[in-house]
């Protein structure tokens, strides 16, 4: 394992260490910064997906009246969850994890499909859904290498650049106030959110070195400091929160309910697609390079298992954070140690829940104004992974038709409106579509790439790569 590069010298006798930070190490998914650096690096990870990670459990409790302390015994296993989950996937338990700098959170694709089932069913019913989807993307992930040529580069870039499209109104909701919010489009919001984005922008492109991958951070905490005086920091639930609190196992309980489980499941295979575009994006994006078979095969299974073991401490399905894999193509930083370090905050937030009570402190325009460069961050990094495909005829179609695909059955709902729940869900979100029909038209349109085991394409020995 490479920790970097450690220069030993003898000064009076003493040991003194330099550390030689360049843009190799940068670029290193091994690579240790120093604790002072990684640190502050590691909480920026965390403070970009806190509230996007407690969002979906607030969700489903909200839609089934749920009681105070049931949604707060949810969010905390939301956090919790998440860091240790983000610990396997980041460090490696086994072949388990793909070992790059990927933040695991709860999935937002799942909700449509869990509102429903906890209606009807029970959250018991809707834990035990999401155990077997978990176990199911489990077994994709294993068997990566057989199945990894539905995933070729212009599938998952197209995928990569879909979502972060389709992430970017949920980051102008957030500058506006937040879904929901009684004075939606108030100027204290806007002008708010546009503090954090100038200084975000500021910092990260006319500072250097250290300083300019702090601009996420470094923007938050400006605009958190402003919000103070401005009124829209709510310090209520911090006095609230307990101080501590140990995670239960099957406090919610597992039921099979055939039903749910064919639902989640199935949203569960295809969101295979978005994992794999997330670690694509991550490792071109952070460590310019394509990302190997077993990264994918770990990371897939990461994916999988923690969203059943989430299921047992009573959280939903986790999946790898988008607005993460913008961060890391911003910062420019891929070491996985970083975001570890961010996953070890999570699981402290989780067992103390005051520290992640002032964390939701930070208002959604703080929030909206980081968000909005982050996943324009990732729509640019599947531009990158679009760039290195040859732009025929054929790959153009795959593209631009799941493009086309997604962004109008989003923009159009009344289309299926009469359709059943479970095939709505995945409608809804435009990203299972597009990448359903980017899946389908790589394998039936004419002169098809292939994927090698090593994870480099290569031309279909029935059809040339070049035909038009």
Not at 162 to 188: C, H, N, Q, S
Request: aromatic share 8%; net charge negative; with cysteine.
């Amino acid at each position: 394992m490479v920790l970097g590069t450690w220069n030993l010298q003898l000064k009076g006798g003493a040991e003194v260490f330099s550390h030689e930070h360049t843009k190799e190490h940068a670029t290193d998914v091994n690579y240790m910064p120093p604790l002072f650096e990684a640190i502050p690096l590691g909480i920026q990870h965390v403070l970009a997906m806190f509230v996007a990670n407690v969002t979906p459990p607030l969700i489903i409790a909200s839609a089934i009246d749920a009681p105070a302390e049931l949604t707060v015994f949810l969010v905390q296993a939301a956090m919790f969850v998440a860091g240790v989950a983000t610990l396997v996937q980041t460090l490696g338990l086994g072949p388990i994890g793909a070992k790059v700098p990927i933040v695991m959170g709860t999935s937002f694709s799942f909700v449509p499909v869990l509102i429903p089932v906890a209606q009807n069913s029970g959250l018991a019913a809707a834990m035990g859904a999401c155990f077997a989807g978990g176990l199911a993307m489990a077994l994709v992930g294993y068997f990566i290498r057989h199945v990894r040529f539905l995933f070729p580069p212009v599938v998952t870039g197209t995928f990569v650049l879909l979502t972060g499209i389709i992430l970017l109104p949920v980051g102008f909701a957030y500058a506006g106030g937040g879904f929901g919010a009684e004075d939606f489009g108030d100027a204290r919001h806007l002008w708010l959110a546009f503090l954090v984005f100038a200084v975000t922008l500021g910092v990260n492109q006319f500072c250097k070195g250290f300083l300019s991958e702090m601009g996420i951070l470094i923007g938050i905490v400006v605009g958190y400091l402003v919000a103070i005086p401005m009124g829209l920091v709510n310090f209520s639930g911090v006095a609230q929160a307990d101080w501590a609190a140990l995670p239960q196992p099957f406090a919610i309980g597992l039921e099979f309910v055939p039903v749910a489980i064919i639902g989640v499941v199935v949203m569960s295979l295809v969101t295979t697609a978005e994992s794999i575009g997330d670690i694509a994006g991550t490792v071109i994006g952070g460590a310019d390079r394509e990302p190997t078979s077993r990264e994918l095969s770990g990371g897939v299974m990461a994916d999988g298992l923690a969203s059943s073991f989430a299921a047992i401490f009573n959280a939903f399905p986790q999946i790898s954070f988008s607005q993460n894999v913008g961060l890391v193509a911003l910062t420019g930083v891929a070491s996985r140690y970083v975001v570890a370090i961010g996953g070890g905050f999570l699981v402290l937030a989780g067992l103390f829940p005051k520290v992640g009570a002032v964390v939701t402190t930070i208002p959604n325009a703080v929030l909206g104004g980081a968000v909005i460069i982050m996943f324009g961050m990732i729509a640019a990094a599947g531009i990158k992974m679009l760039s290195l495909v040859d732009l025929n005829k054929r790959n153009m179609v795959v593209g631009g038709v799941s493009i086309a695909v997604a962004l109008g059955l989003r923009a159009q709902p009344d289309l299926y409106a009469n359709a059943s729940a479970g095939l709505k869900a995945m409608l809804d979100s435009g990203l299972i579509a597009g990448a359903i029909v980017a899946i389908v038209l790589n394998l039936i349109l004419p002169g098809r790439e292939t994927v090698s085991h090593d994870g480099k394409p290569k031309p279909d020995a029935a059809q040339p790569s070049g035909a038009q």
